[in-house]
Structure formats: C-alpha cells, structure tokens
C-alpha cells in the first residue's frame, strides 16, 4: 500500500491548537481505497526549517502525494491553493523570531508553482459532501506558502513523479468562541479533507511506480 | 409535561432553505430533562403575520417558554438577541411583498423590550459545547426583529407569566457553498440550540404554573 | 443665534486619536445658515461621566440639539444611530478601567430610546454628498451607547423641547494604516456631518424657543 | 519628457463606472518633476483583448513604465499587486460575455511574473501621505490578472527595459452609497496613486534610455 503524506503545522501566534495539525492527525492511518494510506507529519512553524523537514520527511516515507495543510484564520471555506510563490514576507514573527521582509525562497528559482493537485476535483467533491470549499489564490507570504513553495520547488528538481499542494483550513469552532471569526468544526474539517483526499487517490489511480 | 415552543421561519430572500426552521423541526418532540418537550412551529416570513401565527400557537399550546429562532446570513456565531425595537425597516421585501420603510410596530408600544431568555448563560453553555455563540445587540429591523417585539409585547400585555426571545443563527454549510459567506453544519447549529433550550429549561425549574 | 451641541470622545484601545472628536473639532464655531452656532465639546471615554459631563455642557450652553459623535472601528458607512439601548456591557475596559457586564444604566428607565434626530433624511442628504451612510440599529453596549441612553433619559425626564442623537464614525484613514480596516479621510467625515448637522438645523427651523 | 502609461478599466458587473479609469484620466497629462509625463489609457474589461491594447499602447508610446490600474471591491486599501499568475478564471462574464475556467493566459509561460515596480516604497510614501495602502498578493484570476499577466509577459520576451505593475483600488464613495462596502473618495485614490507614480518616477530616474 502507497502513502499518501499529509502534514499540518504546530500552533501559532499565541494559538492552543492549529486546526491543520488537528484534521491531520485525526486522518492519520486511514486507508483511502485498497491502495493508500495516510501518513501524517507535524512541522515547524519555521521558515525554511518546515520546508526541510517535509523533504526529509518525503525521503523517508516516499509518498505518491504530498497534502500539506494549514491554518488560514479569518477564511470561512475549506480552500485548496493554487499557486506558491517565491517570497518571504511576514507580518508577525515565526515561532523560531524570524520575520524576513520581502526575501525570495529560492533567489534562483520561478517566480511561482502551481499546485499539481486535482483542486477543482476536490472543491467539487467537498462541496459536494456539504463542506465549504474555494479555490484560493493566494497561500499568503508567511510559513504555509514557504513550506508549499519549498515543496513543489523539491518536486520540480528532485521528484518529478510526485503530485503536492497545499489547503488552508479556516479556525476551527474551539478557536473561534471568544473572536468574531468564522470557524468550522474539527469533524467538518476532517471531514472536507478527507473528501479531498479521496480525490488526490483517485487521481493517483492503483498503479504504484518509482517517485523520487 | 410542558412545552417549550421553538420556532423557525420559511425560506426567504431565493434561498432554498432556512436554518432557523431545519434546526427548529430537528429538535421537534424532544425532551429537555423529564419537565420540557420541545414544540416547533414554523413561521411565514412576513411582516405582522408571523406575530399573529405565534401568537396563535402560543394561546394553544400554552408554553412555559418561547424561543424564536431566525437566519442571520453573514454572521459567524450564534447569537442569541438581547433586544426587540419597535420598528420595520426593510431593505428587501418579505414573503408577501411588503418593504415597510422605519414604521413602528406598535405605534403605542415601548420603543424596544429586552429578551427575557438567560441569554448570558445560554452563550456560556453553548461556548463550553464549542458551539460558537455571543450575545446579538441587534435583531435587525426585518422580519425577526418584527416577530421577536410582537411576542414580547404579547408577552407583556397579555402573559406575564411567560419568558421569551430571539436567537439568531448563521447560514448552514448547504447554504454558504458557492457564497463568501460563513456558515455551520446544521449538527452544530441544532447542537448549540438544544444546549441553549437546556439553559432556559434550567432557569424555568420544574414547577407547572399557570400562565397566558 | 442658537447653538447646537456637537460632542467626540477621547482615544481609547490604545488609538492615537478619536476621529468623532477630531470631527467635532474641526466643525466648532461653524455656523449653519443664520440660525445655529456648532459649540464643540470632547467628552472623557467613560462610563456615566461622559453622560455627566454632557448634562452639563447641555446645562451651560442650553442648545436646540445634541448630536454626540463616537468612532466605529470597523465600520465603513457614517451611522447615524436608531436606538440606544439600556444596558452597559463591555468587551473592553473603559479609560477608567471599568468593564460592566450587562448592568442596566438606569435601572428605573425604559428599554430603549429612539434617536429624536430626522436620521433618514441625515443619511440621504450625506448620500447625496457622495458620503456613505447609513442607518445603524445599534450603537453597541460600551460608552457610546451609554451616553446616547443618558442624553436620551436626560432630554425625556428634564429637557423635552430639546432633540438628541448619536451618530458613529469609521476610522479616518491616519488609524487604518497599518490595520485591515475600513476607513474614510477626516475631510469626508467632516463633510458628513457638516451635511447631517445641516439636515437637523433645518429641521429645527428658525425659531428660538425656551427649552431645558 | 518620457511617459509612464496608467491603464484604467471602463465599467464592470453593472457598476456606472470604474474608479481605476476615473483616477487615470484625472491624473492624464499630469508631469512628475521634469522628466515624467503621465498618459492614461482605457482599457476594456475584456480577458485578451485588455492586454492586445495595452501592448498596442506601449508600441505607439514608448513609456518608461506601465502601472495598470483596477477596481477591487471589497479592499479597503489601495494594493499595489506583487504578482501576476498564468491563470484565468471568471466567476462572472467579462464585458465580451467570456467566462473562462482554470485555463492558462500563455500555454508556454511561466507560472507567474513578480511586479518589477517598486511596490513597498510605493506603499510606504502612500501611507506617509494618509492614504491607505498595502502590498497584495493576489490580483486574482479575472481580467485585472489577466492584463497584468500579460504586460509582464511582453515586458519579459520584448521590452526587458521596461518596468511595469498593477495596482488596485477600492470602491470610490460613489459606488458604496448603497453597498456595504469599504470606499475612499476619488480624491484620495487619486493622490494615492499620484504618490505612488512619484515613487515609480524616483526609481525610473533621469536618463532617457532606449526600450522596447
């Protein structure tokens, strides 16, 4: 059985929790078909460091997709990017200080890269199953868009065989009691991704050839 | 065993749907503890008459309790009112056409009666369900807002002895699909309603007194 | 030549400046045709002694109308407002560090006032201005609201020739800089209620009766 | 004099006008110090055919830089774009009734081109002038990504020693009057983007060297 790698980010900005590291681990083992299983990894909100230890995380498992998720407060939908683009600018500091301003990811890399998932599949197939679901276009500047360009910039250079991209999850309703912000519950969330992966599988087919 | 009456209203505005009646006939029949059943109502989204139906329904089912509960597309929480206004204001028309523009409701009536709902409680209770939820300053100057005064003027000439309110709900998730709107599962949105009609079966004890 | 009164509040939530102050301000010692005199006057952002303190500045300068001004952050429309309510509830400490929890502001008085300002033909001629307004149904629970109930309980209980109102303002553009916040430039706001002053002077007419 | 070309858009999605056409012509014929001439141009809402004009507009003009203007209701700033994607992606028809779908602007180019304007200066001397301002990171898939796209495209293949952007502005007052919706009035749009061209024209500085 192949793996299918899904990560999402330890807490931010004074937060308990972080809904994208709730939903993975809560899909952590399920199989998806006969042929994948999900594998779920906790990164770093850090700069760089995020980046690094997806693609050794990558190296290890050899997966035939990689999901990475995270946490996009003040969004109401379930939101599947489009693009990574190739810039560092942080408006509050990362959980290890950096706060870089306007700094290229790769000085010698694209200016951007689209995610190599099936998302408006996935949009469909989410609100389909009654979870909110947009493409976005914009994964931001701060650690997820690092991490999502990171990711495709590893595949575009060292994996070709393998698909990736990024969703943003809005809060989920335990965040969201004392803000006025949107919020979902953890079981929809789980539940929206789920869906989406079911689609990356059914992209991927049964057929499990050399990636990396 | 008494009743407590909930009610929600038709669709409105082209929606398909509306929340505060699919909340309202999901947690028809129940029981809160073994004094209360709840009994749901829907109510046509029109100036005057709604007040005239739940007035109605009031005189035969004899309610220790009333909870109107209505949509309120746009919001992010739960939100239960603390205040009726005596004023129709509408920006777009009601289910029978009327676009009543700053008329009183009750030329001779107070210009607004405060819930008489433990609606503090009733937030608390839902928070420490997840369920997000603050208290609402405003009902608008539409159709609930217009339901929510006639009940509390009925309620103070004619049943003194009855407690009653408003609580406004977000659009459900079926409803938010293709807006940029926020939204809740139905699940959580019955969820944070059957909490909230706990709280008022709480606050009315268990003794039957008469009442209207 | 009569006057009326137009009152800002001090900064509060650690903001640089007020725009309703900075508003009244640049409006004080305006005249409004033959009749009227603007007289400013900055009220502390405080529970129950801006409301003193307005009393007395009414007392003292005895005008035909009372238009207190108090900034909105997050709105992006001049409101003028419909009703105040009768309740202190704050999320935020006042600048005297109190924070009431749904305590009534005067025990004794009525649920709500209703503004006695023309306020639909203030937002139309401000309209028609090219300055966005709007009714607003509330002015929330915290000390702009407070002081509209006690203007409104003074001017029904001691002073019933006198006309009164509240209308809040966005941010000017100086706050929004650095914030994801609506805004509109002191310049716009100022011309809003030059505009909406010049709608309750010619509601007032010319003539100069006793009041207080 | 050397010219920078401002684009602006004719009227969309049923709006009277166009704030980013309103501020080009009001900023034609304007100089920036002695070197720099402003020519504005109007563009149609059209996906293709916007970017067949403006590149016809850069041949017959010869600019130093192109700063393509667009309305983006709902911001509350004014947001100079960071970059452009190979994307189209219509949620409403453009005014030649196309509405596109995930379908690429250039089947051979790139992902996405960065501005080659100095957008955090730009941002910086239009918040030291009070207006609004902050650096976007989604022009989003619609003709003002499209025409961006592809003058960033023709500058890449055919005019290296141009540089050129695009910068978004919100509603003017006008069109908010009965929207809730941020604004600013045009006089402040304008003076932001004249401050922002003073930027451009300080980056550009003296020399006149041959382009395109």
Known sequence: MDAILVTGFEPFQGEALNPSWEVARSLAGETLGVHYKIIARRLPTVYGQAGEELVQAIRDIEPRAVVC????????????????????????????GQKPV???????????????LPIRAMVEAMCQANVPAHISNTAGTFVCNDTFYRLMHFIAEQAPGLIGGFIHVPYMTEQALNKQAPSLPLATLTAGIRTALTVVASALGPSSVPRC
């Open 102 to 116: 306007d700094e290229p990811i790769a000085p010698d890399g694209p200016a951007a890269y689209f995610s190599t």
């Open 69 to 96: 998720l995270g946490e996009a407060g003040g969004r109401t939908h379930v939101t599947p990017e489009r693009v990574a683009i190739n810039i560092m600018d942080a408006r509050i500091p990362d959980n290890a």
